[in-house]
């Protein structure tokens, strides 16, 4: 598909903006080829055409999709050109806070201004290792690609960073040192990767200044070589330098400092050891104040001098090296200072009594007279004799500042020597990896000398990087077999021949230095002269006095003045001698002459007849510029020789404002340092390219299930690709990947995109279609259930009456009495029945327990005396044996505590020399306790005075409080009192109401009765005369309607009824006496109306009188709702009467239980109040209702009364009387209606007043409880300080008492303990003979025994294994060394070795031969520790060694006869406990090992386990049907590794698990200890995913977190499997689970930034931040994160507080226990197979 064929309505371009430079726009219309406008629409609304030439279309460049930006890569962007570049580091650095993007081999680096948690060890160890596209970009990712392409190829590496001051280029050049020195240790004592990275201080002290765009602005360029050896070790580096602005130590700009060592040195000018320098403050040397600001935001220049200080002392720079180095520096300064005048036409002079002066001569040891007079005059030699003049005080106040910039560039190339020197170790380099920190390209208002030397080294950069970009792309095409065609690209081959080449500007410009009268002018002349021809050199059209050249990255004009004085850096010949001639050896050395070199020594010599002249200055031998460009030729050969890595460090603004992003800048900088370039190569061939499985895998939706099923996925692509795009031209296909040009793979996106658009659209169509229909059937049925209800309360109203209502109401009563009278006669059989069980019960019960203790009674009699007998027995045969053991045991006991004495001794002259030290220290403390104890006496008798103020405050608020709570109590009294009286009145006026409107009730009821029987007589006896008028009566029902809404044609009606009724007379005889008795009727009715109204207008008043008397005293008239209406008509009903007493009534109980309340707590004040204006409101309602019912049952009537006028149509007046009823009736409706809202208004208003002043109350009272609370505490805690003091003080005094009495006692015991040690000696010559007399008679016994025993009696086997001395090695080999794990003692028992070796022991005990026991223990555990060294690797031999070591310190513990741990065991292994040696420390010795292999084991396991975790865990699509493929970059198909690695999924580790779970089974290891490796285990897999996830963008989608969690279920599912679940090890997955969870969830409004918050509770905040800005939607129907919402989160996590870091520290071991299981297998069940060779043991 061609480009142009994109541009279709609702695709969006760039188009040119002079403050964004681009700005979005959406295509409204389609183009088509011949059109002259482009209609656009911008983002803010406005509608834009843009012209489009028909003849030559150019277009403005297409926007790519929303899912392609924020990529890694910006060559994965489908359209690549200058805004989408723009765009893309635009929306990672702002809204995404990621800094790094690759641009093809480029990382761009966008300084952020602030400090970022991303450099750590952590990090470091994250990337070494990993393929350069695997993570996200960073340094640490470029270091290491240069790292593994120096180990992999054997090749010099470079890494080049540059960029515009200011742009962070330092900084990124320290951190990819630092990777080198971490991952590269060099494994000697000297610590060169120390000492490289120590370099970085004192090159940033001399060489780094404060500009106007950076506070630390590197003045000068560095190369860096790192050397490394064969093993790829750090064995030293080597540092170059280029260009040093000399010209800064004589002159800053405003705003700007000199280099930084100036400032530490003088901070400090008041240090002791910097007095002889004579230094001031640094705004008093007029080369440091200069600028004006002598100072950095956030720098301390004292602290910094200390750290550069120590570094030089790291590299081995001794001190008197530093002294020089501050001596020539200070000299320096001074020099500065000496003032220079004016003395006459074309002379100046010095003082000689100048201080700084002075100051000078005597720190750098030169004479005075010679510097001031070489200073202020000049020696011409001339042919015949030399002539000394005079020179203005402007040339010699430029001298000075030569020599001083002179000094300070000799100065700055000795440290670096030095700096060289130190940093080289004996040794030969093998390979080296270069880090060039380098000045970008460089465009100012005034552009001079330096910026033509940095912008002439950033061409030839750039030429290098271009073919090096070239290259690498025709490797590219050629590797995937695709037809190389060439590239157009930039080459500024002329532009760096304009400079460098034969007659350009450098060599004109060291011609003309070599005229003694050249200027600039001469030379600027020469320049338009030689060079006018050519195109990239250009004279400006109003300056005469610069140059414009056109370099690769924008035209430069370059001011001519200076030029020729900064290539020649001219330096008096006289001044040089004078410094030579100092007595200071260190600035001499600075001033020797070089010797000839070698190769200008070399032809004959031919002498001159004339007398050779002396040169003037020696240093215009070579010029600033030749010097330049031959390091540039230098540097360009080692680059040349080495694989480049290439870094371009952007400016984001020149504010210095964090994540700050200015269009303009940032793209003026891009421009110039090559990514353009780069994309636009890029750009031209095929930019976007996919493997064939990614292509797969994205793009699978728009295959037909035939393609799908096609096994061979390459043909599929092919086929799918083919018929996608009919050009054949826009695409190829390589050998792995396929390559698309520019479009088109925004192109696939759009039909993707669309398909997927029209699935949803599918989809929620029938999802719609079924909720509304499923809504619709549920409001249907809803109908038809309010229709059923309102036809049945239709029915019942039309049926029910008052009379049958009483009826049932009645009924229901006495059906209430009757039950309850039946259910309390059953209650009370029931209870009676219950009662005498319970009563046969218990004393059934009571008898069985009094026989059952007395059985229990009887029993402990018998076993009382039975145990006596038995323990009686026991004890005689317990003390024969007793005395047969005692004399044995005694002699050992007696050895053992002579020897015990013997360590006694010794440890008690220990001790005491140990108290008399401590005895001293003791004293020391006293006193000072004893002074702390005055200081807090002190503190005591200020805080006592503070409480007591405290308590007379206290006191008085409460005071005040309680006259308050009295005069509350008087008042309550009063209201209880003038309610009382209140509700008397209400009570008496009440009944009178009620009696007179029964009354008039009554009388209006049988009024209405009569009536309507003589309207029924009269309409029978007029039947026949009514048949006639049913014409008529029709036509006055239909104009009965319009004569309500037309009342002023009421008076044309009334004449013709009249009418009417005059010929109606005729027939009708009696209508007169009806037309009487209805007027009778309507003159009652309406002064029943009046007297009502009058009474109701009374009740009213006294009613709200009452009711103001009531509540008066608590809440205004206006809260009572439904109390008491507003007007007369309201109440109208002798019922609404009745309601309204009745809730009065309800009201005074709720009034008297409020008080109630009130009187036992202030706070339910409130709640009574709530409670009392809720049911106030309920009444209201129930008045309102029964007044609507009353109004209906009127309506009726009325009704009534209107079909009898209709029928009787002749009166006309009945039909005004309806309407004027109908008019009241509204009317009331209205008025009701305002008036209940108006009492809701104020009841809301008055409970919101009372609820201010309850809670202001409240606040003020718990406000003073607190503050006495905090007193009392306060006088609490001095109160037991005071007593811990004294009680420390007591302690001490007795302390130094017992330390009296303890010596005293220790002099005693030493001499008893000597006596006793005679008389033990003694004692133990005597026992040691009947010892041997004894053993000589048990041997006689054992031999007599012996014979009398029959051959016939079975074997007892003692669980014991007997060897001799000599075949101990064989036993360790055979049983330890040569077995393997899989031999036959597999298949017996799996800890068969461990219970061998401790029957073995238990042999050795048992003789009692303790050199036997430590030679058998000794070869055990050196037996063990040379299997697992040997075995290391192998996780079968340690999960071996591991169990069986385990086991047997089991069974040292289980036998040892301990009683912690005899519980278990039984009588027979108890029997066979260890009896003569206690190997408690060879416990602990087998304890330690067991640590180590356990520790040896874990890392064999996490070895073979990690290259699956991420691929299986992340990488793997788990899910079918949910892929999460982006498009990728060049990055990624240019990694480090080429060939297919072996591809893991989560089977992969399951499988690994249950591998190592079987193994660790088969080999019998104990339970406790398998699922402490489990634990370990899932927690590495939880962190190495983790961390993943935290370091790769393309990992944090929501597809993705769908992934992990599935993941993690299937890990769940294997513990369960395994019966794993209570080991703790899903707890290590919980920060993986909620980082998948916050991939999932919602991340929009402020409620979910608060459930974020609350849920990640094991994400520190820097993690969720992190998570939340790298996550990347997927297709277009996923949102990004926005700005605003990740704020939203840091407010919501500023309250919690956590660690900092990022990563997930991976190399964490959970500490490791032992815990003690005895074992129930019986020594003296087990039997040695034969397979293991051990027939030299013999069972005993």
């Known amino acids: 598909m061609a480009l142009s064929e994109l541009y279709t309505k609702y695709n969006r371009v760039w188009i040119p903006d002079e403050e964004q430079v681009w700005k979005s726009a959406e295509i409204t219309q389609d183009f088509h080829s011949g059109d002259n406008v482009l209609e656009l629409l911008l983002e803010d609304g406005t509608v834009h055409l843009h012209p489009v030439d028909p003849s030559k279309p150019k277009l403005p460049p297409l926007r790519n999709p929303d899912i392609l930006v924020g990529e890694n890569d910006l060559t994965a962007l489908s359209y690549l050109h200058e805004p989408a570049v723009l765009h893309n580091l635009k929306v990672r650095f702002v809204e995404s806070r990621i800094i790094y993007t690759y641009c093809g081999i480029i990382l761009v680096a966008v300084n952020p201004y602030k400090q970022l948690p991303v450099y750590g060890d952590a990090i470091i160890h994250a990337y070494s290792g990993q393929n350069m596209g695997d993570m996200d970009p960073h340094i640490f990712a470029v270091a290491e690609e240069a790292y593994k392409q120096m180990a992999r190829n054997h090749k010099n590496q470079s890494i080049i960073v540059s960029g515009e001051s200011g742009a962070g280029k330092t900084v990124s050049a320290r951190y990819a040192m630092r990777y080198f020195a971490v991952v590269s240790k060099s494994g000697s004592q000297t610590r060169v990767e120390d000492k490289v990275l120590a370099s970085n201080p004192i090159t940033e002290a001399i060489g780094n200044a404060k500009t106007t765009r950076n506070d630390n602005s590197s003045r000068f360029g560095k190369y860096t070589e790192i050397s490394f050896d064969r093993r790829y070790r750090i064995i030293g580096a080597n540092m170059r330098t280029y260009l040093l602005e000399k010209s800064r130590v004589v002159f800053q700009a405003e705003n700007e400092r000199n280099y930084h060592i100036f400032y530490q040195m003088c901070s400090c000018a008041d240090s002791a050891e910097f007095k002889h320098l004579r230094l001031l403050s640094a705004d008093e040397f007029r080369y440091t104040g200069m600028g004006g600001d002598i100072t950095i935001d956030g720098v301390n220049d004292r602290k910094d001098f200390e750290e550069t200080r120590q570094t030089f002392s790291l590299l081995g720079l001794k001190e008197d090296f530093q002294s020089d180095v501050f001596k020539v520096l200070a000299a320096i300064l001074h020099l500065g200072n000496v003032e220079i005048r004016s003395s006459g036409d074309d002379k100046s002079s010095a003082p000689l009594s100048d201080p700084h002066l002075a100051a000078f001569c005597d720190l750098l040891c030169v004479s005075a007279a010679e510097l001031v007079r070489w200073l202020c005059n000049r020696r011409i030699v001339l042919v015949a004799e030399t002539v000394v003049k005079p020179v203005p005080k402007e040339r010699a106040a430029a001298g000075r500042d030569a020599l001083a910039k002179q000094i300070y560039a000799h100065l700055f190339d000795c440290i670096i020597s030095r700096i060289n020197t130190a940093l080289q170790v004996p040794g030969k380099q093998h390979a080296f990896i270069g880090v060039l920190d380098i000045y970008g390209f460089e465009t100012f208002d005034i552009n001079s000398f330096e910026q033509f030397c940095i912008n002439y080294a950033n061409e030839k950069l750039q030429q290098q990087f271009n073919l090096h970009v070239f290259k690498l792309e025709q490797e590219e095409y050629m590797k995937e077999d695709i037809p190389w065609t060439l590239i157009d690209f930039y080459d500024n081959q002329p532009v760096i021949d304009l400079i460098e080449a034969k007659m350009g500007i450098l060599d004109l410009l060291d011609e003309e230095c070599l005229f003694p009268q050249g200027t600039d002018q001469s030379w600027l002349q020469k320049l338009f002269n030689y060079l006018e021809a050519n195109p990239l050199f250009e004279k400006p059209r109003l300056s005469n006095e610069a140059f414009v050249i056109q370099h690769f990255a924008d035209k430069v004009e370059y001011q001519c003045r200076g030029f020729l004085e900064k290539n020649r850096d001219a330096l008096y010949e006289e001044l040089v001698d004078t410094m030579r001639a100092s007595k200071f050896s260190f600035l001499a050395h600075f001033f020797q002459e070089e010797e000839p070199s070698r190769a200008a020594s070399k032809g004959v010599k031919v002498k001159s007849a004339r007398p050779s002249v002396k040169p003037a200055n020696k240093q215009l031998r070579t010029s600033v510029g030749d010097k330049f460009r031959s390091s540039l030729s230098l540097l360009m050969e080692t680059l040349n020789a080495t694989t480049p890595h290439y870094v371009r460090c952007i400016k984001p603004n020149d504010e210095k404002l964090p994540f700050e992003y200015d ?885 992969s580790i399951l499988q690994e698990l249950s591998v190592f779970y079987s193994a660790m089974s088969h080999h019998g290891m104990e339970q406790s200890l398998t699922k402490q490796a489990v634990k370990q285990l899932f927690f590495l897999i939880g962190a190495t995913t983790f961390n993943q996830i935290m370091l790769r963008k393309d990992m944090c989608s929501c597809r993705k977190g769908m992934q992990i969690r599935c993941n993690i279920s299937y890990l769940e599912e294997w513990l369960k499997e395994n019966e794993l679940q209570s080991c703790g090890a899903i707890d290590t997955l919980r920060p993986l689970a909620q980082a998948a969870w916050l991939l999932q969830v919602n991340k929009s409004t402020d409620e979910d930034a608060k459930e974020i918050a609350e849920k990640c509770t094991e994400l520190n905040p820097v993690q969720i931040v992190k998570i939340l800005n790298s996550y990347t939607p997927i297709d277009d129907f996923e949102k990004r994160v926005t700005s605003s919402f990740v704020r939203q989160v840091q407010s919501f996590l500023q309250e919690y507080e956590g660690a900092t870091q990022l990563m997930l520290d991976t190399d964490y071991r959970f500490q490791v226990t032992f815990p003690f299981y005895p074992s129930s297998t019986a020594l003296e069940s087990l039997q040695v197979p034969s397979s293991l060779r051990l027939e030299f043991l013999t069972r005993i």
């Open 663 to 1547: 269009s303009g800048r940032v793209v003026q900088q891009l421009r110039a340092c090559g990514v353009l370039e780069t994309i636009r190569i890029s750009a031209q061939s095929y930019p976007s390219r996919w493997t064939y499985i990614e292509f797969y895998s994205r793009y699978s939706i728009l295959m037909s299930h035939v393609e799908a099923d096609f096994n061979d996925k390459k043909q599929t692509c092919k086929n799918v690709l083919q018929r996608l795009i009919q050009d054949s031209n826009q695409y190829k296909f390589g050998r792995t990947k396929i390559f698309f040009r520019a479009g088109q793979v925004a192109y696939l996106e759009k039909l993707r995109l669309d398909r997927l658009r029209g699935a949803c659209v599918t989809i929620q169509k029938h999802v719609r279609g079924w909720s509304h229909r499923r809504k619709y059937l549920r409001i249907r049925e809803a109908a038809v259930i309010l229709q059923e209800y309102i036809r049945g309360k239709r029915t019942i109203r039309k049926t029910v009456t008052a009379e049958t209502l009483k009826r049932g109401w009645a009924a229901v009563v006495i059906q209430r009495h009757w039950r309850g009278y039946r259910m309390r006669q059953i209650y009370h059989v029931v209870q009676m029945a219950s009662i005498t069980i319970q009563a046969f019960t218990r004393g059934w019960m009571a008898r069985k327990r009094y026989k059952k203790m007395m059985e229990e009674h009887k029993a402990l009699v018998l076993q009382k005396y039975a145990k006596a007998w038995l323990a009686r027995r026991r004890f005689q045969t317990m003390r024969r044996l007793v005395l047969n053991v005692q004399l044995s045991y005694r002699v050992q006991q007696l050895r053992k505590k002579t020897e015990e004495q013997n360590k006694e001794n010794r440890g008690l002259m220990e001790r005491l020399t140990s108290l008399a030290s401590s005895h001293s220290q003791t004293m020391e403390k006293l006193h000072s306790q004893e002074a702390q104890l005055e200081k807090l006496m002190t503190l005591k008798a200020s805080l006592e005075e503070r409480e007591k103020k405290a308590r007379e405050e206290a006191s008085m608020t409460i005071n005040q409080l309680q006259r308050q709570f009295e005069e509350l109590n008087t008042e309550k009294q009063n209201l209880e009192k003038k309610l009382e009286v209140s509700i008397k009145e209400t009570k008496e006026s009440f009944d009178q109401v009620k009696r007179s409107l029964l009354e008039e009730k009554e009388n209006e009821v049988r009024l209405r009765k009569i009536a309507e029987n003589n309207t029924e007589i009269q309409r029978h006896d007029h039947e026949k005369e009514l048949e006639t008028l049913k014409e008529e009566i029709k036509r006055l029902k239909e104009d009965r309607v319009s004569l309500q809404r037309k009342v002023e044609d009421g008076v044309q009606v009334n004449s013709d009824l009249q009418e009417q009724v005059i010929q109606l007379t005729k027939h009708v005889k009696v209508i007169p006496e009806l037309r009487r008795d209805l007027n009778n009727l309507q003159n009652q009715k309406d002064n029943l109306d009046r007297k009502m109204k009058e009474q109701s207008e009374q009740t009213r008043a006294k009613t709200k009188e009452i009711i103001r008397q009531l509540l008066g005293g608590f809440v205004e008239e206006e809260k009572l709702l439904g109390l008491v209406p507003e007007d007369s008509e309201k109440i109208y009903e002798l019922d609404d009467l009745q309601e309204a007493f009745e809730s009065l009534q309800k009201a005074t109980r709720l009034l008297e239980n409020h008080q109630k309340e009130q009187r036992e707590t202030y706070e339910s004040q409130m709640e009574g109040l709530t409670l009392r204006v809720e049911h106030l409101q309920n009444e209201n309602g129930k008045l309102q209702n029964l007044f609507q019912e009353k109004s209906n049952i009127n309506e009726d009537i009325r009704q009534e009364v209107s079909r009898l006028s209709s029928e009787n149509s002749v009166i006309p007046e009945l039909k005004l009387q309806v309407s004027e009823l109908h008019r009241q009736k509204q009317e009331l409706e209205t008025v009701v209606r305002e008036q209940s809202s108006e009492l809701a208004e104020k009841n809301m208003e008055i409970s919101n007043i009372l609820h201010k002043k309850i809670t202001e109350e409240s606040s003020q009272r718990r406000h003073f409880e607190e503050k006495a609370k905090e007193l009392e505490e306060i006088r609490e805690e001095l109160q037991v300080r005071i007593e811990e003091l004294e009680e420390e003080n007591e302690h001490l005094k007795r302390q130094q008492l017992m330390e009296g009495e303890v010596k005293t006692k220790l002099r005693e015991e030493t001499a008893q303990l000597t006596a006793e040690n005679m008389d033990l000696e003694e004692q133990l010559d005597q026992k040691d003979r009947w010892i041997k007399k004894l053993h000589s008679q048990i041997k006689c016994l054992e031999m007599s025994q012996k014979a009398k025993q029959t051959p016939a009696l079975p074997k007892e086997y003692l669980g014991m294994l007997e060897y001799k001395r000599e075949d101990e090695a064989r036993l360790i080999q055979n049983i330890i060394t040569d077995l393997k794990p899989k031999g036959v003692a597999v298949n017996v028992i799996p800890t068969l070795p461990a219970f061998i070796l401790f029957m073995c022991v238990r042999h050795a005990d048992y003789l009692n031969d303790d050199n036997k026991l430590k030679s058998l223990m000794n070869g055990i555990i050196q037996g063990v520790k040379k299997v697992v060294l040997a075995h290391q690797k192998d996780f079968e031999s340690l999960s071996f060694w591991l169990s069986n070591t385990y086991q047997l310190l089991n069974c040292l513990k289980q036998y040892s006869g301990e009683e912690q741990f005899l519980k278990q065991s039984t009588p027979r292994q108890k029997k066979n406990c260890l009896q003569n040696f206690d190997l408690s420390e060879h416990r602990q010795i087998l304890s330690d090992l067991a640590i180590q292999i356990y520790h040896q084991l874990i890392s064999v396991m996490q070895k073979t386990l990690t290259p699956a975790i991420v691929p299986g865990m992340l990488e793997h699509e788990s899910l079918q049907g949910i892929s999460s493929m982006k498009p990728t970059g060049f990055r990624k198909r240019s990694s480090s590794l080429y060939k297919d690695s072996e591809t893991y999924s989560i089977s």
